[in-house]
Every structure is written in structure tokens, then in C-alpha cells.
């Protein structure tokens, strides 16, 4: 098991001291032994150790909260669930202890550094109904972002095309002339000099998919790390939020039938954060 979990497990994890100290675990909560024998189907536990994180800045406001659902505006550079770098600066993290609700969990995600609306159901039993509504895109989503003005460009538009976003590559990419699988209507709101909001409409839910579709146009989002030009930016500076928020979410509830919307009460430009 020792050299599984070496083979596993990525370069600079400590598996010798670990294996030591008895912080590998079966099921039943036995200590994984360095020289146990290898057996295919078997679950290993351990808790890694988690880097200093620096408090995310901005509130984490509630919009809503009843027996089933909690909505908070999510400020940007909050994950919505514990992974990677960001485990305690998760929305998930903070809730489940601010709120006393150790099942609270997403029914959908937001990037990390963008804003909004976020919807999470307070217990495990009513996660399904509810994802079931976002797997079946009978959830109404509008985002506003702020980009480039281009005084040339005919909206609104509807883009359709197909993106794809592999696994370990941060950015997605448009694959020519493959079945469509993403679709955004794009509408101008307001125009500020250079500036302009864009009203988005996403049909579909690809990764990145408005970011994007806007970079595509040649309306890259204000701010944004990644599109048109990858950016080395530390995952710790929360200076420059990207402008795109998560304004509205729209939807008939499937568990009582009534009809529910929630608006962030954020506003475009985003201000710096420090």
C-alpha cells in the first residue's frame, strides 16, 4: 500500500511520515501499514495538510434562506466548495458553521472569481430536486458583464458553437465546425466611453463558457486572468476582480411549484478588493 499511494499520490506529499503517524485510514478506520499487501477496490481516507488562507474580502450577504434553500450573493475570489488551494475560503466551509448547517451544499457553481447569485439546499434530502433542475436547464440565469464597447458589433446576438475544456488546462477553447453544445444570447445594456454592460443569457452551462464567447467577440471581460491572454496572477491577490456577475436566477420550484427568483444586489463595476 506504501507504493501505491506514492504512485498516486503527487510528488512532495510526505507518504512515509504519513503512513508513521496513522493518518492514512481504511473504511473501518484501521491505519494503513507501509507494507500492507496491495488490494484492488479499497477506499484509503486521509486529511492533507491545508495552507495558511488569507480571509477572502467582502460580505457573503444571505438573500434567502427557508426550510429548503439558501441563496447568498457570493463575492468574487470565494470558491463555492473546498478543493485545491481554497478549502476554509470556501462559501460551503463558511456556511456550514455560520449557519449551523453541516449538509448545506450547491446545486450549481460559480467560478471562484465570479460574483452573485448562488443557490445551496440546506440538507442532503432536497439536493436532488433541485440539481435536477440545472441538469435539465429549466433554471432562467442572467449574468451582466462589463467589456469592451464595440460600436460595430449587431445585438442583441446569439452565439452557438462548441467548447471544450479539458482536465488540467486552465483555459476552454471553441472547437470549430463540432455539435453545438453552448449557446449565450448577448445583449447591450448600457455603453460608459470605451466601456459597456452586456446582459448575458446563457441556454447552456459550459465551463467558461461567457467569458468565453465574449473574447470571441472581441469583448473580452474586464479583468479577466485567463481570456485573451493568460495572465500570472497569485490566486491570493484579490485586487482586480473580473467584471462578471451572476445577476439573476429564475425558476419554478420543483419541490412546491412556486415560482422563485433571486437578484444579487451587487452592481458592475465590481469594486477593487484588497
Known sequence: MGDWLRDRLKAGVDIGGMLAAERFVYDDLRPVREDDPYVPQTFVWFHRDLRDEPPVPGTLPVLHRDERLVVVDKPPFLSTIPRGMHVRESVVVRLRDELDLPELSPVHRLDRITSGVLVLTTARRWRGPY???FEHSTVTKTYRALAPFREDLALPLTVRNHIRKERGVLRAEVVP???????????????????AVYRLSPRTGRTHQLRVHLNDLGIPIVDDPLYPTELDVSIDDFSRPLQLLASEIEFVDPVDGAPRRFVSDRELPLLPMS
Do not use: C, F, R, W
Open 177 to 195: 465546425g463540432a455539435p453545438v453544445n453552448a449557446e449565450t444570447l448577448i445583449e447591450l445594456e448600457s455603453v460608459d466611453g470605451a466601456l
Open 131 to 133: 440539481q435536477s433542475m
